[in-house]
Nanobody
Framework: QVQLVESGGGLVQAGGSLRLSCAASGRTFSTYAMGWFRQAPGKEREFVAVNNWSGGSTYYADSVKGRSTISRDNAKNTVYLQMNSLKPEDTAVYYC?????????????????????WGQGTQVTVSS
């Protein structure tokens, strides 16, 4: 069983930056694919980014590509999402997700069913 705890959300003005963190329990963190999703009010949960096991390949949604970077620190069992040039449309609850088999590639990476564990989410609000 893996537990995921997100942090780092908050209120930021458009154009600003935030770094989200997701701390994972478990000794095999480096073998998991780690992803970020987000869900805005009234919308479905959508894929943001994924980092495959041991810091391998990364993939981004077109909506955040060039503005966001996913990274991981296996020694700290933590995955990060650095978000820059934030826009009001980035406002959502951001969720961290883990996939036990350590890799997932587009297009499957964007499906929530591909991930085995989820955090509780952290709110990001971008004001205009």
């Amino acid at each position: 069983q893996v537990q995921l705890v997100e942090s780092g959300g908050g209120l930021v003005q458009a154009g600003g930056s935030l770094r989200l963190s997701c701390a994972a329990s478990g000794r095999t963190f480096s073998t998991y694919a780690m992803g970020w999703f987000r869900q805005a009010p009234g919308k479905e949960r959508e894929f943001v980014a994924v980092n495959n096991w041991s810091g391998g390949s990364t993939y981004y949604a077109d909506s955040v590509k060039g503005r966001s970077t996913i990274s991981r620190d296996n020694a700290k069992n933590t995955v990060y999402l650095q978000m820059n040039s934030l826009k009001p449309e980035d406002t959502a609850v951001y969720y961290c997700a883990a996939r036990g088999t350590g890799w997932v590639y587009p297009p499957e990476a964007k499906y929530t069913k591909m991930y085995d564990y989820w955090g509780q989410g952290t709110q990001v609000t971008v004001s205009s």
